[in-house]
């Protein structure tokens, strides 16, 4: 290891990358040597700062289980070489990324920072160079010869999160997301403040890094609504393949109680299809059988997704189902908290 920490930013696209297209008049991501050119502050950072870009960045509404792959052997095949990773990505589905990539990199050992902006960092207003920089800073610092952060994280506008906490809550705002379950890592304010009690490196330290690559996306989201109507649910789960649903329900995880409903899911669950219970609401968690609403899916053996959001549920179950979880298993181990996702 170099005196100085060493970084790899990984460059994915987003907003951050980006130049309006005059022609068209949309943004659209351009290439990594004019970002840097940007930011020369980069120079004034006490490490060493490497890059590696995506062949072609993208928006990252693009984002697919392929590139969340591309990402971690990047990490993987640099991973001894460098002391801390921030990867840069569009915010639109970031919480999506750092909770795929805390279930992907097991018994993390080094920080891995996801950040990007609102508005481009060409743009004068650009709320880009702070994320970035800081996001580097954190990536850097050390306690006792050990990197501070040893987990998936999500800084953006001066707060530092538990990546799979959290949820992308505003396009409009700077302040884009929230983590309305799990207090903030850090605050960057005058200092950087971190509150190491709320860290993850505890339970992984000793245990060696291990990287996993198989995504299964055999996996629906169905968000409830007054109206939802038998035959909604009726094609959701006669879906090809279809291998766990995620269960958007109301308030403390409550749902209608009709038959078609209860025995909808009932059947879908006997013939193997594993259905998670989360919450809609932006915070709080899922409690079955506190209401008469919910005891029918806790009798039906629905899965308790807790406080779980759906970005690090849904990400979840295509790791369990990557990593071939046996079916009678998948219950047990997804109401287990694998990197601090849950309670
Ligand atoms: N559409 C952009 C993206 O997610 C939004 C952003 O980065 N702010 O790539």
């Not at 609403?293 to 690090?312: C, H, M, P, R, Y």
Request: aromatic content about 10%.
């Amino acid at each position: 290891m170099s005196a100085r920490p060493a970084i790899l930013l990984i460059y994915t696209g987003g907003t951050i990358g980006m130049v309006k297209d005059y022609g068209t008049g949309y943004l659209k991501p351009f290439n990594f040597e004019e970002l840097l050119r940007h930011i020369p502050e980069l120079e004034q950072l006490d490490c060493e700062v490497s890059s590696i870009s995506f062949e072609k960045p993208i928006d990252s509404s693009n984002m697919s289980p392929q590139y969340w792959v591309e990402i971690v052997t990047i990490i993987e095949d640099n991973y001894s070489r460098f002391d801390g990773f921030v990867v840069l990505h569009g915010s639109d589905t970031m919480s999506y990324s750092a909770s795929a990539l805390s279930f992907m990199l097991e018994n993390l050992g080094k920080p891995v920072i996801f950040t990007g902006s609102q508005l481009p960092i060409g743009d004068l207003r650009t709320d880009a160079k702070e994320n970035l920089i800081t996001s580097i800073q954190i990536a850097s610092l050390q306690k006792n010869g050990m990197p501070l952060v040893q987990e998936v994280c999500l800084y953006f506008e001066y707060k530092l999160y538990r990546g799979n906490r959290t949820t992308k809550k505003n396009a409009e705002h700077f302040e884009a997301f929230d983590s309305p379950n799990y207090p903030p890592l850090a605050e960057s304010g005058v200092h950087l403040k971190f509150q190491e009690t709320y860290f993850w490196k505890i339970r992984t330290s000793k245990k060696k890094f291990k990287v996993h690559k198989n995504m299964d996306a055999n996996v629906a989201v169905l968000r409830l609504f007054p109206g939802i109507q038998k035959q909604v649910l009726t094609a959701v789960l006669g879906t090809h393949n279809l291998k766990v649903l995620i269960l958007e329900t109301y308030g403390a995880g409550n749902a209608p109680v009709a038959d078609w409903f209860i025995k909808g899911l009932d059947q879908a669950i006997k013939k193997g299809i594993h259905v998670v219970n989360v919450t809609q609401c932006l915070g709080g968690s899922v409690a079955m059988g506190h209401y008469e609403t919910s005891e029918k899916l806790l009798n039906i053996q629905v899965i308790d997704g807790k406080d779980i959001t759906v970005e690090a549920a849904i990400t979840k179950a295509m790791y369990l189902l990557g990593n071939q979880v046996s079916n009678h298993l998948f219950k047990t181990v997804f109401e287990t908290s694998l990197r601090g996702e849950m309670h």
